[in-house]
């Protein structure tokens, strides 16, 4: 069991399967732009390490891609236009979620928070028009600090903010990039089955637990 004092969550592919959003994103950019559409299995590929690398990879139609610099100055502004109007459409909690959250709220003293790669502008209405906003102490975004994860600085930011050791923190994430900023942040890291890490199964990856829905967290984490 983990007995942690403070759970950080991820967003996109951990409490939010927010794909739909960006597809319909990147594909009405390809358009604008003259270029073919990719379409919601690429984009599930390619998403994980923030907007700016999602346009790179859907220009270049590759995961590890790096698109001229002309065009993607044009594409990025119409990116981020068209998020901005659809950042919570078609988003949606994934099963499991309200539950998880729900059996977190009740353990006495627990603090829990949020840690993306997402801006801000884009997190804070996405947690608010999805209803869990409220739900954390602090939400630290992509562009909160200098660095985003993999980095361990926004896990070590909020662990301090909340006045929690690391070692008495968990992750909650879906990615490599999830297990990596926790391991360098000396937290514990739980990845749920579900989620975005370009395809590879994050079992090899090796985090201390793996769960496919958050309704499992009470059989994990220990609230005494």
């Not at 998403?47 to 610099?69: H, I, K």
């Not at 739980?190 to 395809?199: E, K, P, S």
Request: proline share 5%; charged share 25%; hydrophobic share 40%.
């Amino acid at each position: 069991m983990f007995k942690p004092k403070m759970v950080l969550i991820d967003v996109d592919g951990t409490l939010v399967d927010s794909v739909p959003d960006l597809t319909f994103c990147v594909d009405a950019m390809m358009q604008q732009l003259d270029m073919p559409v990719r379409g919601e299995a690429a984009v599930r590929q390619w998403v994980g390490n923030g907007v700016q690398r999602l346009v790179e990879r859907a220009l270049t139609n590759d995961l590890d891609g790096m698109p001229d610099a002309a065009l993607f100055a044009r594409a990025m502004p119409v990116f981020m236009d068209l998020y901005a109007e659809n950042t919570s459409k078609r988003s949606r909690l994934y099963d499991g979620v309200l539950e998880g959250l729900d059996f977190l709220q009740g353990c006495k003293g627990l603090k829990i928070g949020c840690v993306t790669n997402k801006a801000a502008q884009f997190t804070h209405p996405l947690l608010k028009d999805l209803g869990i906003f409220d739900r954390f102490e602090i939400i630290i975004s992509g562009d909160t600090l200098p660095e985003k994860k993999p980095h361990p600085l926004p896990l070590l930011h909020a662990a301090e903010a909340l006045c929690v050791k690391p070692e008495d923190a968990v992750m909650i994430g879906d990615s490599k990039s999830d297990v990596k900023a926790a391991r360098a942040a000396g937290f514990q890291i739980i990845c749920m089955t579900y989620g975005y890490n370009h395809g590879e199964d994050i079992r090899n990856y090796h985090p201390d637990a793996v769960i496919d829905s958050m309704a499992e967290f009470s059989n994990l984490i220990s609230c005494n």
